[in-house]
């Protein structure tokens, strides 16, 4: 039997590569300019909401995608409002 020989690929296009190349690192995150980020006053005793729950299903949903700790999601976030001008 012979052993396994990788398979080699000739680049023909290389502004197209390195194009796809930096397009790989590249982050598109969609903000709602419609979401309400802070939470309606529900008229109970006790302390106010500060977020809604959709900004927290987002926070969350960002933090288990990039597996971050809890302080650095909310620092991120807070820098992507801030480059949105949300």
Known sequence: MSS???TTYKTRN???YNHSLKQRGS????????MSWEAEASGRRGRQK???DAAIQACLTLKVLFG???RQTTGFVESLLKRVEL
């Open 4 to 6: 396994w020989t990788p």
């Open 14 to 16: 290389w502004a197209e």
């Open 27 to 34: 982050l598109l995150i969609w903000f709602d300019p419609e």
């Open 50 to 52: 500060t977020y809604s």
């Open 68 to 70: 971050l700790p809890l």
